[in-house]
């Protein structure tokens, strides 16, 4: 007989602490911001249980532990999840390089995946760093790791730059 699980996800309206919102601080300033909690992280944080780690200049991690919610059909976490990390701190990472009133969203993402993670795998790290940055498209890479550094995956992404509103 199957135990059935259940998991609750609350957040805030999206619409009040969305980046557009608060053009009037930097990438860094917006990300430091939700880190601190005084500004709410995204529903799909919530929704997947990723949370801000670390934000400097030009880099970004972010936390995530893998738990049963996050399986697919073989009891291992599924791709799209850890893709959904990737993308994130590596659009985090080049967020935390642009100046008020600039934004960036992805056009582009490749994912390797290394080895299969479970809840065994323990709390991830998701380290992201710019590889380069110009004035309508940033490159951008990223890895996520143990707390052994061990490797789990890692991913390429393009984001494009423009300005909000």
């Known amino acids: 007989m199957d135990i ?5 996800i609350v957040w805030d309206d999206p ?19 939700i880190r601190d909690g005084k500004i709410s992280q995204p529903p799909v944080a919530k929704l997947i249980g990723y949370q801000i780690k670390e934000v400097d200049h030009g880099f970004a991690v972010f936390e995530l532990d893998p738990g049963e919610q996050h399986y697919n059909p073989f009891a291992t976490v599924h791709g799209g999840i850890l893709s959904t990390l990737l993308d994130t701190t590596m659009t985090a990472a080049v967020l935390t390089t642009l100046p008020q009133n600039i934004t960036c969203s992805t056009i582009e993402i490749k994912v390797n995946f290394i080895k299969p993670v479970n809840t065994q795998s323990k709390l991830l790290c998701c380290e992201a760093r710019p590889i380069h940055i110009g004035r309508k498209l940033a490159t951008v890479e990223g890895r996520i790791m143990d707390g052994n550094n061990e490797l789990y995956a890692h991913g390429v992404g393009t984001c494009m730059i423009f300005k909000v509103g």
């Open 4 to 8: 059935e699980r259940k998991r609750t």
């Open 15 to 33: 619409q009040i602490n969305k980046r557009d919102a608060v053009s009037s601080i930097s990438g860094l300033d917006y990300l430091r911001a």
